[in-house]
């Protein structure tokens, strides 16, 4: 069973920057694409960001130009960089790893989800 363990988050001023870190314990981390949704209080679950296994990213428009996701395959980890926060960014954010090697937005093509970091942003 792979357990993926995301940390990282916190409370922040609006303007500030957090990195997010998720741990996947998968043998063949490098094969699967992985991503980042997150969750705001009344709110359905949304994608943020997913990157490929060849490092190709895509970002949901709202965070493109203030969030970058990567991944250290050495280390079976992926981060979230997150700039210029906004009240609006405040939410529980999971990390999910895929079933396959292919980008997506949708979370039915992820197979593992961690239990999410809160990231709370003050304005």
């Known amino acids: 069973q792979v357990r993926v363990v995301e940390s990282g988050g916190g409370l922040v001023q609006t303007g500030g920057s957090l990195r997010l870190s998720c741990a996947s314990s998968?043998?063949?981390?490098?094969?699967?694409?992985m991503a980042w949704f997150r969750q705001a209080p009344g709110k359905e679950r949304e994608f943020v960001a997913a990157?490929?296994?060849?490092?190709?990213?895509y970002l949901t428009d709202s965070v493109q130009g203030r969030f970058t996701i990567s991944r250290d395959n050495a280390k079976n980890t992926v981060y979230l960089q997150m700039n210029s926060l906004k009240p609006e960014d405040t939410a529980v954010y999971y990390c999910a790893q895929s079933r396959t090697n292919e980008i997506s937005a949708y979370a039915a093509s992820y197979a593992y989800w961690g239990q999410g970091t809160q990231v709370t942003v003050s304005s």
């Open positions: 998968g043998r063949f981390f490098s094969a699967y694409a």
């Open positions: 990157i490929g296994t060849s490092g190709g990213t």
